[in-house]
């Protein structure tokens, strides 16, 4: 579910007017499904009572063109608001999974104001999009605090960049976060004498919501960063200080992985193929260049687990790849698959090859600006890869015209910043190239992460728990 909702963070966006959506509708199972799922979210404080409603959107006075409005209710107790919007978010980050747009509505009114005994707190306008398009595109270019503005201290690569974008009552952003060797301390900051276009009694109440908001992209970020915690809460009475501790966090920073933080002790595995099939087969007019299966990726020697230069995937991403291909086609393109699944003993290898500093074979072409010894420490490689739980496909795409690959501006693989979807040091060109990519493959299901432009994992996986052992072979698909 963590890596789920991680995804999502670069998918969800605030739909301040629900305009061109479709007029596909939430479904009777979809509304279902989120209040049974609300009841297995992770609270912030597990002793505060909670519910919600879904009523049509006429029954209260939200008119942003939604379809229905999500009334979340609670008890009044400490802590009771930033329960909420830790609670709410993860919700939120789950509806864009299902494509369905929301609005966090802090001045809606409704009808019943109490339920099961509990106030109401706040609303969140629901709609559903007919394109995964129509979600955010380029979650860097929203209008955000800089890193510098809301973290003080050393700076969490994966972390600190992606917490920020965080949404709030107002565009408030009212975090900071202060670093002190292994501890974070995250307060509620409230700029001396400003206050917005909110009511003043009503700043407190909704920043605390979004303080719980942040907590929920903090810790997502810490965990698939792979950054073990403890967490301890503080009271926050509303009081109008600059700053309000609201949380402190001691890491553990021992083990850290770029797609996810799966520790032994949670990790299941499993050799069972029969959920798979052959990339080549399913969508035949991919190209594979499995990296992995030759000499030239970043450690310069064939991986262990693959025996054949084959691309496997399961059966639910490889359909999802074959719509995406047929799109890119009709564009003049072809997908070049450099990875798809990637068994356990490949990622034992990766872990070996990093652990020895003396190996830089292949430092000039894949990793020229990094010291090998932080490798490890800055995730580029860890324990457990997403790409083990067979829904993950590293890709480029393909010009049939030029015969060339298009230019995303850095290789395949290439350990640092330049990977970043984002980096601001390619061109107008390699931007454009990148963000092509990354849209259609959005549109079909699949959800890029933050430092690797050519590395998807569809929303959907089937197997978000397992990571898989078999090696890439033709006989392993037979079993």
Known sequence: MDNLLYDMIFKRKSFHLFRNTGNECISEEERSQIEQLWNHLKPLDPSIRTALRIVPAEETSCARGEEYCILFYSEEKEGYLQNIGYLGEQLDLWLASKNIGTLWFGIGKTEEPEYEGLSFVIMMAVRKIDDPAKFRKNMFKSKRKTADEIWEGEQINGVTDIVRFAPSACNTQPWHVIGNGDTLTVCRY????????????????????????????????????????????????????????????????????????????NVHLSDDSSGFVSLSEAVPDVLLDIRYYSSFNFIGERIDGYEEPLAILTKEAAEALAEVSDEVKSNGYRLRIFDAYRPQKAVTHFMRWAEDIHDTRMKEYFYPGLDKESIIPQGYVAEHSGHSRGSTVDLTLFDMKTQTDLDMGCTFDLFGELSHPDCGEVTEQQYDNRMYLRKVMMKYGFMPIAEEWWHFTLADEPYPDTYFTFPVSRDSLKK
């Open 190 to 265: 409230r700029k001396p004498g400003k206050r917005g276009i909110m009511p003043a009694d009503k700043v407190t109440y909704y920043n605390r919501m979004d303080t719980g908001i942040f907590l929920c992209f903090l810790e997502l970020c810490l965990k698939h960063q792979g950054i073990e915690f403890t967490r301890t809460l503080y009271p926050d009475n509303g009081g109008e200080a600059e700053m309000t501790k609201n949380a402190e966090y001691v890491l553990n920073q021992n083990a850290s992985s770029k797609e996810h933080g799966d520790s032994d002790d």
